[in-house]
């Protein structure tokens, strides 16, 4: 299996601008997750889905966020317009959705952005 | 709530040192518990884990074990080499959640 696939795996983008990170689990993981990971605050959850729906958005730091899931295969964050302090590293995520290590969550390599 | 503690790092070893990274937890009912490892410039990866009390999960020659009695999950290994240089993660996944709930994290530089 390929793993978590994670696109583009560097941003450079200036203040104001939207950025768009892509994500895609590995087949067959029925929950996807995106965290945030700065020196500062360490790695956060920001949403996580299960079947393609939201099902904790509460991590996510404000309006200029935005996730979507439109299918099992690809997902989606935004950030619109983006600032200087959105600058870290956001990981995708996923796991199974039941049974013997359904718990275990797999990591994509990351994109790490720098909003300048 | 929920909550993982890690020992602050970074912990600087010598090669072939023993390595211990202290893990407690505060968790209601029965969590799954785990360490990730993250090297330089990529994602977290799985080192091991442990879903019940007094299991013991190893990898790598890396051995932690699940202490209810201590809310405890400490990472040992025998003796630490340059390429364990990484940072560490302590989590907990509550039971019946699939949300991991981390631990800030401990680096490790191991020195030749």
């Known amino acids: 299996d390929a793993g978590v696939i994670q696109s583009p795996r560097h941003e450079v983008t200036e203040m104001g601008q939207e950025v768009t990170l892509r994500c895609k689990p590995i087949?067959?993981?029925?929950?996807l997750f995106w965290y945030r990971q700065t020196m500062m605050r360490g790695l956060e959850l920001l949403i996580y889905?299960?079947?393609?729906?939201?099902?904790?958005d509460s991590g996510m730091p404000e309006d200029r966020f935005s996730a979507k899931m439109p299918n099992a295969s690809f997902s989606t964050l935004k950030i619109q317009p983006s600032e200087p302090r959105d600058s870290a590293v956001y990981f995708c995520?996923?796991?199974?959705?039941?049974?013997?290590?359904?718990?275990?969550?797999?990591f994509g390599p990351g994109t790490r952005l720098t909003v300048l | 709530g929920n909550s993982v503690t890690q020992m602050e790092g970074p912990v600087t070893l010598s090669e072939e040192a023993f390595l211990t990274i202290n893990c407690t937890y505060t968790?209601?009912?029965?969590?799954?518990l785990f360490w990730y490892v993250q090297y330089p410039g990529e994602g977290l990866q799985l080192l091991l884990k442990?879903?019940?009390?007094?299991d013991k999960g190893s990898n790598k020659g890396f051995e932690a074990t699940y202490r209810k009695e201590t809310t405890s999950f400490h990472l040992e290994k025998g003796s630490v080499q340059v390429s364990d240089s990484a940072v560490y993660f302590c989590?907990?996944?509550?039971?019946?959640?699939?949300?991991?709930?981390f631990g800030a994290g401990t680096r490790l530089a191991v020195h030749p």
């Open positions: 442990a879903t019940k009390a007094d």
């Open positions: 989590a907990l996944s509550p039971r019946g959640y699939n949300k991991l709930i």
């Open positions: 995520a996923s796991s199974l959705g039941a049974g013997e290590g359904a718990d275990t969550q797999y």
């Open positions: 889905f299960n079947n393609n729906v939201p099902i904790d």
């Open positions: 968790a209601t009912g029965y969590p799954s």
């Open positions: 087949s067959g993981h029925d929950y």
